[in-house]
């Protein structure tokens, strides 16, 4: 991707992640929902992502969107998503598509098949070896409102990409946490996304050649109820991390020069 | 079922046809957008379905709901769709369950499998006997805004289903025409939904058990890419007419006693 990408919600969890990992590797421009603390080294914007006149000139040339931006809460009300979520994720495409953007990238979530984690299945589904896997391919199942969003934003991707040609990958994120899995939490080490291999899927979905995907973005964990196939097939995506290799002492377990990592 | 039935969207053209063929089996309340021509013979309240307050009244004492009303244009624009078909259909969920109701029918639509349809497909696949068939299980693929927004609706009653245990059945309508199917039009032909077939498949979902389906509805044309098994399986659907029937004069063909429908 020679050309800028934009990354929306650049001051959120992920967008600080994404931009760290790959600061030096793209021409970035960044879309802030406010004024980031300190100045950032990129071209910026800052406006709400339902407003196409606030989307419209951080989209001009760019190449590739990662579209981050949006409430990320998971029990956020149904307004709140339905505005921030459902209807900036249409703006956003609706504008990429006028200024002929060729890439989208669509920060899904694990909400969008929350649903899936039933009462019967739980805490089985997160063990290792479970028979139990989600390719990506099933209708969703959103376990809260913001799952809800975020599955429609999946949708309105696979119509603008169906109507106009435009390259998208969903990646439903897991947990991303800082510096190690949550410990003696199954479904946490189930769900985990390192730092390194978030910033690492979203360069994938930046390079590789795709139509319409959903792929999951989670470490390659022993535990693990999300297939990370399709996302090895068609990203390239070689994840760096297991949440097995930490233990109840926050160390690599089996490594001898045991690392701190607080 | 034998508590009471409201429909929403009783104005429309399925809303019509579904009272009319339904009329004397269920004690109906309905919901208009706007004040009807000739006064109801049934309790009827005038509203917005996007408002609690318009639809709460309406709601009381309700045994089902069949939800019909929104835009029903396929070229809607999105603020339209938005706002009547996705918040409207939240907020009749979100009543339903607040009021106990049980069975959540949703007038989904060929719509939110519309770019299904692809240049490379059509015409064969409208043709008798094409191994394409659709069976409900697919991810959505819309053709249009209003296609998303039926697809989100069916997202929004996977999610209450899961959340809240009401029974949700989305049909996905094909084109409901009176009379008799368009003539050398193949895809109207393998999408006809004939009048008795449409207050039938209506009947089948308030009377039938089940937790969540998605089922095409279209009556059993001999042209079809939509699969009827989950509905005939499920729903007890038994379609009575068939588009192959009907021939180039507007008439029944092979039958005797030719039927004049204009």
Known sequence: MDEPVLLTGAGGHV???VLNGLRE????????HSQPARDPEFP????????????????????????????????????????????GTHTMYE???EEGVDKFIFASSNHAVGAAETDERTPDMYREHDDFRLTGEEFPRPGNKYGISKATGEIIG?????????????????????????????????????????????ECALEADYGFEIVYG????????????????????????????????DRLAGDAGAVNVD
Chains 1, 2 share one sequence.
């Open 15 to 17: 967008g600080r992640t």
């Open 25 to 32: 590797k793209y021409d970035w421009r960044l879309l802030f």
């Open 44 to 87: 910026y914007w800052i406006g709400e992502v339902e407003n196409h006149e606030d989307v419209r000139p951080a989209m001009k040339n760019v190449g590739a969107v990662i579209h981050l931006a949006g409430d990320p809460r998971p029990q956020a009300p149904w307004e709140s998503v339905l505005s921030n979520n459902i209807d």
């Open 95 to 97: 504008i990429a598509v």
């Open 158 to 202: 696979r119509y603008f990409y169906d109507k106009h040609d435009i390259s998208v990958c969903n990646i439903r994120i897991g947990n991303l946490n800082e510096d190690h899995p949550p410990i003696d939490y199954e479904r946490g080490q189930a769900m985990w996304l390192s730092p390194r291999d978030c910033a690492h899927i979203h």
């Open 218 to 249: 989670i470490s390659d964990n022993d535990r693990k109820y999300y297939s990370l196939e399709r996302a090895k097939e068609v990203l390239g995506y070689g994840p760096k991390d297991n949440s097995a290799e930490w233990d109840g002492d």
